[in-house]
């Protein structure tokens, strides 16, 4: 069956623009997360969903980051004003509920130039 | 708070076993020890959890042992397409959050 896609497969935008990272979890997986992974470091986490609310968003950086999962299925992180340090690789993955294993996508490497 | 430690790096050669260290002294009763890996350019990877007994899958095997304070992971037979970054990963039952570290760099050589 489909993995966890993520699009698009890279971007790369400029300074100060504002940029949309979509992910497409596996079918019926309620739980959706968001993580990024700076170059020779681990994936972090940013945002977990369960259906269409967002049960924490603690690892969000700052409020230029936010993301949605309107229908509880397809999710798109929102960064406003990128900047440099932005740059990363964002993953996202789900699972078919909380606890259980998750399937992570390919993953959007974001540069900000 | 790192919950884990891990070597840096490790060469493993191919067709022989790979053993993997984790330690995780400060371990609670109810949190389990994942491993997912991480190939060049990929997203990471399930390959098996346990919480006490040692576990088994078409992937790997999980020893951990008695006083829960540290584990290995057993790659039975390494490939060169095992080569990647793996994460020991201590994580409560209803934890939704996945902790990576920076992870044990394995290289499987001919």
């Known amino acids: 069956g489909a993995g966890v896609s993520q699009t698009p497969s890279n971007k790369v935008t400029e300074k100060g623009k504002y940029v949309e990272l979509r992910c497409d979890p596996i079918s019926g997986h309620t739980a959706l997360y968001w993580y990024r992974q700076s170059l020779g470091q681990g994936p972090e986490f940013l945002i977990y969903f369960q259906g269409t609310g967002a049960a924490d968003d603690s690892g969000l950086p700052n409020d230029r980051f936010f993301a949605v999962r309107p229908e509880g299925s397809v999710s798109t992180l929102k960064i406003q004003r990128t900047e440099r340090g932005d740059s990363a690789v964002y993953l996202c993955?789900?699972?078919?509920?909380?606890?259980?294993?998750?399937?992570f996508g390919p993953g959007t490497r974001l540069t900000v130039l | 708070d790192a919950k884990t430690t891990q070597p840096t790096s490790m060469d493993c050669a191919e067709g022989r076993a790979a053993n993997l260290p984790c330690n995780h002294s400060?371990?609670?009763?109810?949190?389990?020890v994942y491993w997912y890996r991480q190939i060049h350019s990929q997203g990471p990877q399930y390959i098996i959890h346990?919480?006490?007994n040692n576990e088994t899958n078409e992937m790997a095997s999980l020893i951990i042992t008695e006083d829960r304070k540290s584990s290995t992971l057993i790659l039975p037979h390494a490939t060169l397409r095992d080569t990647a970054v793996y994460y020991c990963?201590?994580?409560?039952?209803?934890?939704?959050?996945?902790?990576f570290g920076a992870g044990t760099t394995v290289t499987v050589r001919a």
């Open positions: 346990g919480l006490k």
């Open positions: 990963i201590v994580r409560g039952g209803a934890d939704y959050k996945l902790s």
């Open positions: 993955a789900s699972s078919a509920g909380t606890g259980n294993e998750q399937f």
């Open positions: 400060t371990i609670s009763g109810n949190e389990y």
